[in-house]
C-alpha cells in the first residue's frame, strides 16, 4: 500500500487536517540510525472508543469515502512499526487534539524508505484552509553533529503572497530543496 | 543548490511576478485539482501533482493553480486530477500517473485538446446517491 515514511507523514498531518486542526506541528529527525517523527495537532480529537476504532484496519468514519469503509492510517503506521521493531504511541484527548509519535530504527530491513522529503512537506503545506503549522526536520551528519532546519507555514505565505499559483509553489519546492541539501 | 533564506525567496517571488507582468498572461487561469485520497496516493496521486508543479515551474506557467483535494470516491478510476481552464470543457481524467501528467499539460493546458483516453466522465457520481 505505503511505500514511504513520507506516505505515512502526510497522511497523519492529512488527519489532523481533516480533523479541523489549525495548528499542526510536525518533526522529523534521524538520528543514530534511529527515525522519529511527530505530529501535534489542536483538531477535534477523539474519545478512548474513538482512538480503539482508529486503529482497526477496518474501520473509517464513512464521512469521507462514499465507496469505503476501510481507513487506512493508524493501522499501517502500527503495522509498518512493528514489522521493524519500533514504536508507537497516540494520544488523544477530545476537543483538545491529537498526538502521534513513532520511531524505529531506519537500516532495519523492514524499515520503509525515507521517500521525498521535499515533496512531502510542500504537500503538508498547501491543503486547503488557513491552518498554521510548524515543521522541524533534523539529521545526523557524518562527524555525529545535528542540523536542522525548521518552516513556518505563515512565513513561507506571507513571503510567497500566497502559496496558490505554481509559481509559488515551484519556488517552494527550491526552498525545501535547498534546506534539505543543508542538512543532507 | 546555496541554502536560501526566506528573504531570497521573497525576492525571487518579486522577480517571478515581475516577469509575469511584463508577459500580461491576463488572468486567465487554470485549476488543476489533485485527488489525494488514500486511493489516489497509492495509486501515484503525488507523483502526478509533483508533475504538474514541475512543469508548470519551469514552463513559467504561474497561471496555473495546483491544489489538492480529498478523496473523491472514485477509487477504480485513481489517480483523479480535475483540469478548469476559459476554452476548454470543465475535464475529470481518471488514471493520470506521473506520464499521463505531462501528457495533460502538453495536450489540454497548451495544446488546447482533450487527453481522450483518459477522460472519465462522472458515471459513478449517480450510483453514488442511490
Ligand atoms: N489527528 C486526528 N484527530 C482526530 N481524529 C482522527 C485523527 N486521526 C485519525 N482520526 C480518526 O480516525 C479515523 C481513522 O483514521 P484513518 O487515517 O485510519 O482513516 P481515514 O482518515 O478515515 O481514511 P484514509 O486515511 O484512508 O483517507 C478517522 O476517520 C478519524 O475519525
Ligand atoms: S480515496 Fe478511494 S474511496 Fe476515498
Ligand atoms: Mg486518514
Known sequence: ???????????????????????????????????????????????????RRAEDPFWSDGKKHPGRRVGLGIPFLR???????GQVEIHSVLGKGTEVKAQWPQNHLDAPPLGD?????????????????????????????????????????EALGGLDDAGALGLLREYITSLEEEIG | ????????????RVEQKEAIERRDTGDKSIHIIVGMGTCG?????????NVFLGEAYTR??????????????????????????????DTLYGKVDADVAKKIVEQH??????????????????????
Request: proline share 2%; aromatic share 6%; charged share 25%.
Open chain 2, 60 to 89: 513559467k506557467m504561474t497561471n496555473v493553480v495546483v491544489k489538492q483535494t480529498g478523496c473523491m470516491g472514485l477509487c477504480h478510476a485513481e489517480p483523479t486530477v480535475e483540469v478548469k481552464m476559459d476554452g476548454m470543457p
Open chain 1, 79 to 85: 503495522q509498518t512499526a512493528e514489522q521493524c521493531e
Open chain 1, 117 to 157: 522529503i521535499v515533496l512531502l512537506w510542500v504537500l503538508c503545506l498547501t491543503f486547503e484552509g488557513g491552518y498554521g503549522m510548524n515543521i522541524r526536520r533534523t539529521r545526523q551528519g557524518g562527524q555525529g553533529t545535528s542540523q536542522s532546519y525548521a518552516i513556518d507555514r505563515v512565513e513561507v505565505s
Open chain 2, 109 to 130: 493546458l497548451l495544446g488546447g485538446k482533450l487527453v481522450n483516453e483518459h477522460v472519465f466522465d462522472y458515471p459513478a457520481r449517480d450510483i453514488h446517491k442511490e
Open chain 2, 1 to 12: 543548490m546555496a541554502k536560501m533564506t526566506l528573504e531570497s525567496l521573497r525576492k525571487l
Open chain 2, 41 to 49: 496516493i497509492a495509486a501515484g496521486a503525488k507523483e502526478a501533482l
Open chain 1, 1 to 51: 500500500m505505503h511505500a514511504s515514511l513520507a506516505d505515512i507523514l502526510s497522511d497523519l498531518v492529512q488527519n489532523s487536517i481533516e480533523a479541523g486542526a489549525t495548528f499542526v506541528q510536525v518533526e522529523l529527525t534521524e538520528e543514530d540510525s534511529q527515525v522519529f517523527f511527530r505530529i501535534q495537532d489542536n483538531g477535534c480529537g477523539m474519545d478512548e472508543e474513538t482512538l
